[in-house]
Every structure is written in C-alpha cells, then in structure tokens.
C-alpha cells in the first residue's frame, strides 16, 4: 500500500492526513480509482473549538478541479476540547491515476469566534503495478 501524508498546523490545531489506494474497490480498466483517506485533528490551542464545516478542493490527474463543501465530516461537528483529538477516514473517487486534496476546515470556539484551519495538499496516487 503507498501512502502519502500531509501535517499542517492552524491556530493551534494539527491537521494530519494520510491517503492510499485501494486497489479493491478501484476499477482501473474502466479508468476508475478509488482512494482512501485518515483525517486526525487535534487541538493544541488554549480553548476548545468545535469543527462547523469543511471545504475541499480537489484535484485530478487532468488538472480538473472539483470543490466540495459541507457541515461537518463523516456527519459530524466535533468538539474539541483542549489536548483533544477526532479522528476519520473518508474516501474519494477519480477517474485519473493520480490526484491531489486540500481543504480548509471552517472552525467556532465556544467564545464564538470563527477561525479557518488549513488541511495541507496531499497526493492520491495509484502505485505502478508489479509484475
């Protein structure tokens, strides 16, 4: 399995990703690939904040461009209280071999203030096939 990590830290709070692909559920003489994905958010600030929605800009092997928006993840807004993490796993379809993903996670601290924490780019790749 190749996996490929991001780790990108926003008002105090850690984003780390990891994708890989998931040959099983891909569908490659038909052009389709289907990729994996581990979320981990943690809350290395001085206040709880609770995740209110997401935005993810993805990116094809074309240079096709797709957005996503939405609440929460995984149908979910969690809170994070100080020293707190969430962890989820997600997935995403394309029809090129590779890919990349990044996004901004819309943020409210219970004083409620909003803030944007980033999701660094990440590589959704299928690895070359071995013989």
């Known amino acids: 399995m190749s996996i490929t990590k991001s780790d990108r ?4 709070v850690r984003v780390q990703t990891q994708s890989y692909f998931e040959p099983d559920q891909s569908d490659q003489r038909a052009g389709y690939y289907h990729f994996g994905y581990r979320i981990r958010i943690s809350n290395h ?34 809170r994070l209280k100080v020293g707190d993490s969430f962890e989820y796993e997600s997935c995403c379809p394309l029809y090129t071999r590779h890919g990349s ?16 924490v980033e999701i660094g780019a990440f590589t959704l790749w299928q690895p070359a096939l071995s013989n």
């Open 45 to 78: 600030g001085d206040s709880a904040a609770r995740l209110i929605s997401r935005h993810w800009i993805i990116t094809d092997g074309l240079g096709r461009v797709e957005e996503v928006k939405g609440e929460g993840v995984v149908g979910k807004q969690p």
């Open 9 to 12: 830290l926003t008002e105090q």
């Open 101 to 116: 993903m990044r996004g901004v996670y819309h943020m409210r601290r219970d004083d409620g203030s909003m803030f944007d």
